[in-house]
């Protein structure tokens, strides 16, 4: 049964570089791909970006570069760093496991506020 | 960017009716690569479809999807008191890669 758990603080400073990490049991980070998204407080999913291991990622052009995604195989986690972070990046923080063109198996997701 | 827009806002409906949302694209999605996810309060979206009509493991078969190019459908043929929760259409293949919809909200009437 493949499981995600998030971790990371859950409050970040205006201009701060949020720092997540999901770790993943039930499926080798090797082997699929893997994604982060959020939702925002009004209910809004948006997709952040996805990586495979040995590949590079894509992320989504709304954050304007300020995404990095990176796994770890050795720990089988991976990781989501969001850097110059403002208000608007407040929102629940969700890892997940990529299907067939979709995010197949979700995180409980992480709440994180960005407030000084 | 493919915008995704769900109707209705809220469907208010009773257990053992049959429920249809609907999910249209600004664009025709690729090859038809759209999902639909059922959330509950305080939890993650859950894989209910994928590939537009192919439901998800472990969902009940009264889940089905259907549609194409633009036009989209999620239909629950027998509502059950746990069905109540808020649904999204997502599509793959724009830039952004993946976009979802804004939620269509099925609740008890």
């Known amino acids: 049964q493949v499981q995600l758990q998030e971790s990371g603080p859950g409050l970040v400073k205006p201009s701060e570089t949020l720092s997540l990490t999901c770790d993943v049991s039930g499926a080798s980070i090797s082997d699929n791909w893997w994604s982060w998204a959020r939702q925002f407080p009004g209910k809004g999913l948006e997709w952040i970006g996805e990586?495979?291991?040995?590949?590079?990622?894509t992320y989504n052009p709304s954050l304007g570069g300020r995404v990095t995604i990176s796994l770890d195989k050795s720990k089988n986690q991976f990781s989501l760093r969001l850097s110059s972070v403002t208000a608007a990046d407040t929102a629940v923080y969700y890892c997940?496991?990529?299907?067939?063109?979709?995010?197949?198996?979700w995180g409980q997701g992480t709440p994180v506020t960005v407030s000084s | 960017e493919i915008v995704l827009t769900q109707s209705p806002g809220t469907l208010s409906l009773s257990p053992g009716e049959r429920a249809t949302l609907s999910c249209r694209a600004s664009?025709?999605?690729?090859?038809?690569?759209l999902a639909w996810y059922q959330q509950k309060p305080g939890q993650a979206p859950r894989l209910l479809i994928y590939g537009v009509s192919n439901r998800a493991t472990g969902i009940p078969d009264r889940f089905s999807g259907s549609g194409s190019g633009t036009d989209f459908s999620l239909t629950i043929a027998t509502l059950e008191p746990e069905d109540f929760a808020v649904y999204y259409c997502?599509?793959?293949?724009?830039?952004?890669?993946?976009?979802f919809g804004q939620g269509t909200r099925l609740e008890i009437k």
């Open positions: 997502q599509q793959y293949g724009g830039s952004p890669l993946y976009t």
């Open positions: 990586m495979y291991h040995g590949g590079s990622p």
């Open positions: 664009q025709s999605v690729s090859s038809n690569f």
């Open positions: 997940a496991r990529n299907g067939y063109y979709d995010l197949q198996y």
